[in-house]
Each structure stands twice: as structure tokens, then as C-alpha cells.
């Protein structure tokens, strides 16, 4: 961890530190362009004895102490990359400052194991949402604490099927999930559940983020964000989670192949300049590929521009949904 921090602030320009744990909540404060995301952590813990249950989780029976502990540092790892992330190219612009802004409105532990149901195409069981959305009282926490993401450690193991992102809200579910319109419920403002599994770490739920931003920008605009900004494999352009610019297949982030690309001159037309590049950029970590790429969407005064109509910031509509939908807002500004 001290490695990539080290690499982070290096790379990245950062002047302070990672915290050690999640920050408590505080009362907003986002500066012009920087979107506050208030967070609920939900921690799911079936225990025997003193561990967590290997029975009920299929590949984990840590102690729960430990366990524990290794949720709130990932939580924190996994909120100083997203902040990070939403800094526009920071790898060239000291200065750029992050769109996103975490805070941790509460953490909730259950000593129990997450519930499930009987999802029809699916061979082991699907966690029940729904149950955990009642069992938390989600409605309160997003109606009258302004929850925006509810962050679910929880557990994999082949034992049980989980959608790592899954949205619900009145414009629908946008993400990384079959879309299904009944598996969490509505209420009047959109929130988005993130599904962690605690055996793994920062870089397996950062890319939960990953998929979502991508499901997202491409729902807003399929041309621009997938044809132009992503690209095709062997394009040069700037990839996504699994592919990045230089990728022959998924999960390619040691590939030493070189290619020209555009990622940190990216301009929809195309004519931005092109440098070569392979996974030393990201020195082949997975993670540091995804703050990589993140930090290459266009973010606050991007000053880039297509068909002569200036981009948005694409964070707004990470930090904002709601926000972004009730203006019609776009990738391009009309």
C-alpha cells in the first residue's frame, strides 16, 4: 500500500496523504465543479465464533477482526483512488482538483449472511437486495440523509451471484447488472449499490466503480464515450477496464506491446497528439491502470470541445445523476 501511495502522489501530483480510515461525514463543502457522493457502508459478517464462516461464504474464514480491518482499509484505499480519479489529468496538471467528494454518512455491521433468493438463469443463489434495502431502511438513509451509493461488503466465493454495481431511482437502472427494474426499490431519488467482496481487495472494487462509470457514459452517449473515447482494441485511443489502449484481451494490463495513443491528449476528432505507451505507464497494476484512466475522462474545465460545442464534466454525471438527467444534460453542451 505504501508503494502505490508513493506512486500515486509521484504520478498524480498529490500534496496530502491517503487517510488511514474513511473520513467521518461532514457538512458539504464541494467547491464549484466537485460533486459530493454521501456514502452508506453496509458490512455483512456471518460469523462462527470468532471468524467469519467459510460454510456460508464459500472462501473466507478469517478472523472477524481481521476481516474488519481489512474492510475499512480497502474502504479507504478505494475512496482516496475515486477522488483521485476524478482529477482531469493529473498526471500533467498539479493543479487539478478532484469532481468527486466521499463522505461516510454511517457504517452499518449485520453478523448474519447476506440474504438470497432463487433468481431464475442464475446456478447459485442471487443476493436479495431488496431484503438488504429493507433491513438497512434504505429509504431513509437516501430520502432523508441523502445517501447517494451504498457501498455492500459482503463475499463471493462461487457460493452466491452479486451485481458489483446496481442502480434504482426514477430514470431507471443504469449499471452493471441485468437492469432489472424490481430487484432494488425506487424511491424518488436515485442511488446506486456498489457489491464488494472482502476477499479481495482495492483493485477488485475500484473496478466495480469502473464498470459503472462506463454503463453510464455509454447509456448518456454511446458514439462519443464508446466509439470515440474508448475505441476499438488496437485503436490507440483510451480503452477501458479491461482493455487498456495497448490490450489484446481482457484483463491486459501487463502488456508490453507499445502503441501510439491519444489518452492523455484525448479530443474526439482525434487530432490530439499521440504517444507511445504500454502498461510502465501503470507500471502493469491494475488499480493504477483504473486512476489512470479515470483521470483521462474530461472533468472540470476540460476545455475540450466536439463539432465546436465544449464537453461537460463526465463526473457530473457520477456525482450529480439526478442533477444531470432533470437538465437533459449531455457529454457535449447544447
Not at 200 to 214: C, F, K, L
Amino acid at each position: 500500500m505504501a508503494d502505490l501511495l508513493a506512486w500515486m502522489r509521484q504520478l498524480f501530483h498529490m500534496e496530502t496523504p491517503a487517510t488511514a480510515a474513511p473520513p467521518a461525514a461532514t457538512a458539504s463543502n464541494a467547491a464549484p465543479g466537485r460533486f459530493e457522493v454521501p456514502v452508506l457502508l453496509v458490512h455483512y459478517f456471518p460469523t462462527k465464533g470468532n471468524l467469519i464462516d467459510r460454510s456460508v461464504t464459500g472462501d473466507v474464514s478469517a478472523p472477524l477482526d481481521v476481516v474488519r480491518t481489512h474492510t475499512r482499509t480497502t474502504t479507504a484505499q478505494v475512496i482516496e483512488a475515486l477522488e483521485q480519479g476524478s482529477r482531469f489529468r493529473a498526471y500533467k496538471n498539479p493543479a487539478a482538483q478532484p469532481s468527486l467528494h466521499y463522505t461516510m454518512v454511517d457504517s452499518l455491521e449485520l453478523l448474519e449472511p447476506l440474504p438470497t433468493w432463487r433468481k431464475p438463469g442464475h446456478r447459485v443463489p442471487m443476493t436479495d437486495y431488496n431484503a438488504i434495502m429493507e433491513r438497512i431502511d434504505a429509504r431513509r438513509w437516501v430520502m432523508a440523509e441523502g445517501v447517494k451509493e451504498i457501498w455492500i461488503w459482503g463475499y463471493h466465493g462461487g457460493v452466491i451471484d452479486l451485481w458489483e454495481s446496481n442502480m434504482a431511482g426514477p430514470w431507471g437502472d443504469i449499471s452493471n447488472s441485468d437492469r432489472d427494474l424490481h430487484d432494488l426499490p425506487i424511491f424518488d431519488r436515485t442511488y446506486t449499490v456498489y457489491h464488494y467482496n472482502y476477499g479481495r481487495g482495492p483493485s477488485e472494487a475500484v473496478e466495480d466503480h469502473m464498470h459503472q462509470i462506463e454503463a453510464v457514459l455509454r447509456y448518456i452517449d454511446p458514439d462519443l464515450f464508446w466509439n470515440k473515447f474508448v475505441g476499438k482494441p488496437g485503436e490507440g485511443r483510451c480503452g477501458w477496464a479491461h482493455y487498456p489502449p495497448n490490450g489484446e484481451r481482457d484483463y491486459d494490463w501487463r502488456n508490453r506491446t507499445v502503441v501510439m495513443s491519444d489518452i492523455e491528449d484525448w479530443r474526439p476528432d482525434g487530432d490530439g497528439e499521440k504517444i507511445p505507451l504500454n502498461c510502465d505507464r501503470w507500471q502493469g497494476d491494475s488499480l493504477r491502470w483504473f486512476i489512470y484512466w479515470m483521470q483521462s475522462l474530461p472533468g472540470a474545465n476540460n476545455g475540450l470541445t466536439y463539432r465546436g460545442r465544449p464537453l461537460t464534466n463526465w463526473w457530473t454525471f457520477i456525482g450529480d445523476f439526478d442533477g444531470a438527467m432533470r437538465a437533459r444534460l449531455g457529454l457535449v453542451a447544447y
